[in-house]
């Protein structure tokens, strides 16, 4: 197995710093070949990109490169065998998002809503009282579903009920889950579930693969670029719980990685896959990637190629061998 890489960096929309990650270009033999994309997260806790990129020079892999081998070896497998492993058939409804709440863009989910979307996740926790007032002024607007997701920002269930207690009745009503109020604590949490349905992100991480109770959290995550997608699954099953696909907010076609094992998991079990939410193409600036990208509304359909798409564009990178 040979690994090439192109690093490149994505310009967020809110101004904030560049972001950088690297496409990754997987060769086992001259016919097996797939991509993937690493695109570490350093503030939540992931080795940076340099460290990545280092430890695959060594073999050795994270769980980041770990399943970008996984992600290409699928991709691998469409483009040997001439196929796009996207199915526009199968249409998935995806949330839309908000990185950073604020007057503009509570403006900007009256076309969201328009464009069909139902549900929208909105990243809180960073100014609690500012983000109460436009939680409820969305609700008192739209009839759009919740999903929030705070990244454990708060500090203990005290501060979340505060923040729940603060949100109107329509608001409240229109909480789809929230995700990862604080740190997981099986007590704390298991009061705060009462609140409002709880979904487990990073938590997870926490808990005993093995273990047969229940997390106290009504909804797995799950992120293909960085969980063994089957083992989770396996812990949705077991412990009962519905579970949803989210993109790591990277490289396009990561993103379009994880639109794909959403739809496979959706295909597999209906009855435990919730929406997902990994139309997070638009919180960067557009590359030429993007441009490729066939989307409308909640829905993305396939890109044109084979294997996950992207054929022309992944030619005309500069690879560099690892
Ligand atoms: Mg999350």
Redesign the pocket.
Known sequence: MKFFYSPYQLQPQDKSAPRSGALLKVVWNERKIGYADLHPWPELGDEPLAVQIEKLKQLKLTNLTEQCVWLASIDAKGRMEKRNLYDNQILLKNNAIITKLDNHTVELLDPVAKNGFSKVKIKVGVDPDEEIKLINRIAQTHTIKLRL?F?NRLLSYAAFEKFINALSVSAKFQIDYV??PFPYNEEAWKKARELAPL?I??GLEKIDLRQDQHPQADVL?I?PMRDDVDKRMAQALKWNMKATV?SHMGHPLGVMQCAQVAQDLHVKHPNVMLDPGCLTFDIYQPTEFHFHLNLQGPYIRKVAGWGIGFDVLLKGQKWLPL
């Open positions: 997701d990244n995700e990862d979904a992100d990073w995550i992120k989210t």
